[in-house]
């Protein structure tokens, strides 16, 4: 897997991280703070996991569409992409790139059912086909994405620490509401909720990562971005983020004409 995800277009478009979190002109012109800017990355992320659990998706696809959506924001900005029409359309293309393909009307239908009478989330398939050529172009065509949880498999049975991966699967579960997966060698993240779920879990992992030879400096830095995640944000594993906190971010963003 390393020697495909180091050739990949995956690896080729890691970004530091100063290069992420830049809110676009159009965006700040509306008002938008790197702040809010991140809270509506991490409300869609949650948008599209409950979506995909209504569709009954892998995993996988959850994490890939995560992945496009927050690497669009990259490139484009909110205000020209609705994120509320991008996130479902990451999704829909997500499952077809990953071979579990959902159809955009099952896609409209559930969207209809979570969201109700909200309109800024009424879409048609039609929007959804169109939202994902513009996609397309935004990601410039390059849509294979490596994930740590392979990596994290081999991993933790290299170390003989099996029984911690439950536990470190939903760390690698939650990266996804950060930005991580756009900067570090999704082995690196492994790395790093492995770390966590060790110390955390008493587990002595010091003499196997010195074997490992990684280095532990960006393993530490990732796992403290991690651990400063959980500390800021206190969001409810089933709800997302309240109503209150996101609603006033978007709705500085042009709704569907």
């Given at each position: 897997m390393a020697a495909n995800f180091w050739t990949s277009s995956h690896c080729k478009q890691l970004l530091d991280p100063e290069d992420v979190d830049v809110v676009p002109a159009a965006d700040r012109e509306r008002g938008i703070t790197p702040e809010e800017f991140r809270l509506v990355k991490i409300h869609m992320s949650?948008?599209?996991w409950r979506l995909a659990q209504q569709v009954k998706v892998r995993q996988r696809v959850i994490a890939t569409a995560v992945t496009y959506f927050r690497r669009v924001y990259t490139?484009?900005?909110?205000?020209?992409?609705?994120?509320?029409?991008v996130a479902p359309t990451c999704l829909y293309?997500?499952?077809?790139v990953e071979e579990s393909t959902v159809q955009a009307r099952l896609l409209v239908f559930y969207i209809k059912k979570m969201c109700g009478s909200d309109d800024k989330y009424r879409f048609e398939i039609k929007d959804i086909l169109e939202m994902e050529m513009k996609l397309?172009?935004?990601l410039d065509y390059y849509l294979v994405v490596f994930h740590p949880y392979r990596p994290l498999l081999h991993l933790l049975q290299d170390a003989g620490i099996t029984d911690?991966?439950?536990?470190?699967?939903?760390?690698?579960?939650?990266?996804?509401?950060?930005?991580?997966?756009?900067?570090y060698p999704p082995y690196m993240i492994a790395l790093a909720c492995?770390?966590?779920?060790?110390?955390?879990?008493?587990?002595?992992t010091t003499s196997w990562f010195e074997e490992l030879r990684v280095d532990m400096n960006t393993v530490k830095n990732i796992s403290m971005e991690i651990l400063d995640f959980y500390d800021t944000y206190k969001i409810d594993p089933q709800r997302g983020l309240p109503d209150d906190k996101i609603s006033p971010v978007l709705n500085k963003l042009p709704a569907k004409s």
């Open positions: 949650f948008h599209i490139r484009k900005s909110m205000s020209e992409y609705d994120p509320r029409l293309l997500a499952s077809k397309l172009e935004a911690l991966t439950q536990f470190a699967w939903g760390l690698v579960n939650d990266t996804y509401k950060m930005d991580l997966i756009l900067i492995i770390y966590i779920a060790s110390v955390l879990k008493d587990k002595d």
